[in-house]
């Protein structure tokens, strides 16, 4: 739909002007109405044969569009010009024997459209917006006569052409909307289905895993191929990456991209950078979040952030309509407090058997402040030559700090219970070059090439060298993965050419990613005592001197591991890939895009000289009747994927769309899932650790059979062993005969994958008139081949006689023991692709667009399921590792209710206000037993914001005698938050302005709170001596304590209220 304002020109002296207005309906097409049943049986067709939905070029758009005469006759061979307003680019061409012509791989911004044929005035539309990704529909009709018809062109809200569900966020979104933070990203969680991945904070695009997301910018990949989501890792989250000023507008294509995209199971971020235009324009700002300006938390702590950010950019020609430059640049500094606080000690009952310990924590209850501090800069230039061809050359810099946050990402909490000494100092930095070459070779032949080297550097130090005690309390001592460095390099080429024949756009090309990556990177470099056997008094007893446990860690349960490698590991991989489709447009109502992708992915593979554990894998039989070889790893290189989409619009005034969708997608691995891979069978190994104690004995006894006696240290100069010391303790003579026993390992499966969709959609959109929209859509995806790590080295379990519950055992922990497999190794954790997850969800929307309001708003409802949630950790998120099928239920990324929406007013004395609301429902909470009670040496504290993963990866309570609680049982609290921005302009001279601005974020302040830590344990379930129910600890999902205040345990999404005020000059 677009609005039109009309004016006839003089072209002739004898000419009289004459000026209307008309509003109408574009575009119109023959009147041609088919039954419902034939759209129906089409998507049948289209979803039986696996196929999908398409977008436009890459970072371009085209323009496309029918001439007619003034009776709706076509006019053939009519002469077309477009011209960029701000560049001065054209292109000229001629339109088809039925009036139809195409403009393609044009860059975004405003253009005017001029219309031309023998016997007919001229026609010319004005200012028609190209979006990235889009594809704006143009109905000429041209008019007998001399006088010039000149038609300005509103934006569309109802694009016919795109049969994929996508989301345009333009400059006045970005410019105008509150951010918290000036990231590009966070604007994609205002799109339908778009949430942030808990575990790892990326971007998740229909309840897919976040590392399966792929963004681009400028139509180059920009994520971080080793641990994969967008550049910068975890600090991508808290940091400015590519300053906002630098970014034009951004497209979020949820679902059903057209196969010139891949390495995506879910859906994409295509972002495009400003350029310079003929006349100079820019901008810069300065905005404070100061610590006064928030209120306290629900716990009644404030957070006294102080965070100021400060930039601008600017862009012109350097020559006229041809040579252009822009530059960008944004400094953010932040400050914050957080204090250690051990809230689970407050219900602890004092005593000789517990002090030491108890004390010793209370000891480390500080606080201490944290820095989140960062620096973005692009730079970009453009030359264009007469036909249509373009060079541009972009490059982006980033640079971060974060003291004291290296445990935590730097997110805003204010209470941990890791202490002082569990942290460390992450630094980021981030180099990417990209040059683009777009050659016109003629109208109807247009070559889009594009090479990119993006670099990333990442160290991280810690802030002690003691051994690491983890327990459901808290944490003490180095960090398990401190310090350590990792960079890695991706080289990107990108080639496809686009060629026009009559209704048809044909597209071939492909793209090419040389990866590669270093790391100095291990797991318990110091050591780590893992404590967790039962109750915080119990832990605490442990931990002390004296009582049941006379000695310290003299307790079958506790765990000691130690690194024996050197940590090291250099490799590379490469990507490569090829794609053909077509977008045919039947009719001026019916469109058809198919094609297909091949993508292939050659694999790093291990260096396997470490003989004498390689065959001893090799040769045994593992937990479910398989067998391993670690000197190969499989590529992947059969990832065959056929899509297609359709638009159709079932009445001539196209006031409703019907799009549809069908197609395979495969998503790319990041390269830490293959890592260990390479450097675990080799020697030195690179990232091995060996555990402690061996079968019927405690930490404490082996280490005293080496002549280390625990005892002689207290909990702050816990001794940090060698190697050396590790292997004899080990092996229990006080010798070393194997230097790998008690090993473990982690590897890639030998039939490992990638993910792969199958995606189909539906949708329609209807125009309620020229400025409203409304919409639904269904989307349907099924993931198969996920990541999801395994225990190999397990026997078949057995029920210990003596356990009422009637618990699977597999005999890993005391006094109920079996054999491993693999005799003198712990652990072979697996990198398998045996998960899978599904959606379905629909989707309603509304969007307004006027003069003064602007405002759009979606709902979706929707189930995500899977059996597994693990993006790249190498934790085991599973109960029973021979009863995997039992794991399939909701997802943790399970959101059954989501809203997103935002509104802007323009009122009167140059004032706007902005606000945007963000609210789902409750992510599932996986119930914790809160031990290990299978015995298969598996567990890890829950957690929902302090590990980022609410999944238990110890067992689950059982209801009844063999009877376990389903995975994901139960809810966590909601979020919703709502922000609002007030703008007030001070126009002076031409073209200038100042802008004040003052931001509210979570402006209800709404607590947010959600269940955590040890209030995820709901205890065993049953009592494994009498077999008698036992009812959950009274703390499982427990809100507030007896006194009415929040459990401090707990922990907020988010943020309490926080304002913002900021100054802007534009020029």
Known sequence: MVNCYLSFKKKASSCKITRFYLNRSLPKGPSRRKDMRHIVLLFMFIAAAQPLRAQSDANKGQIVGTVYDPLRAFVPNAKVQVRNKATGAVREFT????????????????????????????????????????????????????????????????????????????????????????RFQDFATLTPTVQVDQERGQLSFLGQRGINANVMIDGSDYNNPF???????????????????????????????????????????????????????????????????????????????????????????????????????????????????YTTLDSIALNANNQEAYNY???????????????????????????????????????????????????????????LNNNGTEKDRTHTGVAQWTQTFSPALVNDLRFSVSQEVRPRTSNSSLPNVTNSIGQFGAQRFLPNTQDDRRTQINDGISFIRRSHIFKVGGDYNYLTTFQDFGFNQFGVFLTNVGTPDQILEVLSLGGPTANRFDDPRVQYQLQIGNRLADFHMHQIAFYAQDSWRITNRFSLNYGFRWEGQKNPQPVANNTAVIDKIKAATLLNATHFDPTTTPDALKQWMPRVGFTYSPEASNKTVIRGHAGIFYAATPMLVLANSTNNFRLPPGDVSLALPRPGSTVYRDLLAIGIDLNRNTLDSLPVLTPDQIARAAAGTGAAPDPFANARFVATANNFTNPRSLQTGLGVEHALSNNWVVGAQFNYLNTVHLERNLDENLPQPQINPADAAKRPNFGQVAPFRIPRPIAGVDRLVLRESSARSMYRGVTFEAKYRGRRYQAGFNYTVSGTYSDDDNERSSSLYYQTATDLRSEYSVSRMDARNQIAGYGLVNLPGGITATGSIRARSGFPIDASAGQDLNGDGNYTIPGVVTTGNGASTSDRPYTAPGVSIKRNAYRNRGFKDIDLRLLKSFPFGEDKRIEFSAEMFNLFNFDNIVYDRTNLIYGPGINALTGAVVPAFSTFMQLRLPGGQYDPVNNQLGTPFQAQFGLRYFF
């Open 95 to 182: 339109g088809g024997p039925e009036g139809q012509f195409r403009a393609i791989l044009l860059d975004a911004g405003s253009y005017d459209v001029r219309v031309d044929a023998q016997g007919f005035a001229q026609s010319v539309y004005q200012n028609v917006t190209v979006n990235v990704g889009s594809a704006v529909n143009l109905e000429v009709t041209l008019q007998l006569g001399a006088a010039e018809l000149e038609i300005n062109v509103a934006d569309t809200f109802l694009p016919i052409e795109l049969p994929n569900p996508t989301t345009t966020i333009d400059l006045t979104t970005i410019e105008d909307l509150p951010i918290n933070g000036r």
């Open 227 to 341: 641990f994969g989501g967008i550049r910068g890792g975890e600090r991508s989250n808290f940091i400015v990456t590519v300053p906002q000023s630098s970014v034009q507008e951004f497209q979020a294509v949820t679902a059903g991209y057209s196969p010139e995209y891949g390495r995506s199971s879910g859906g994409l971020l295509n972002v495009v950078t400003k350029s310079g235009a003929n006349a100079l324009h820019g901008e810069s700002f300065y905005q404070i979040r100061h610590k006064e300006l928030g209120k306290n938390t629900p716990f009644g702590i404030k957070i006294l952030e102080t965070q100021q950010q400060f930039g601008g950019g600017a862009g012109g020609a350097i020559k006229k309509d041809k040579l252009f430059w822009f530059g960008a640049i944004e400094r953010q500094d932040a400050k914050s407090p957080e204090a250690v606080r």
């Open 361 to 419: 924590y209370r000891s480390l209850e500080t606080g201490f402040q944290k820095t989140n501090n960062a620096t973005a800069l692009t730079g970009r230039a453009d030359y264009q030559i007469s036909g249509g061809s373009r060079l541009t050359l972009r490059y982006n810099f980033s640079d971060a700090a974060a003291e004291n946050a290296a445990t935590v990402g730097g997110a805003a909490e204010t209470l941990t219970t890791s202490a």
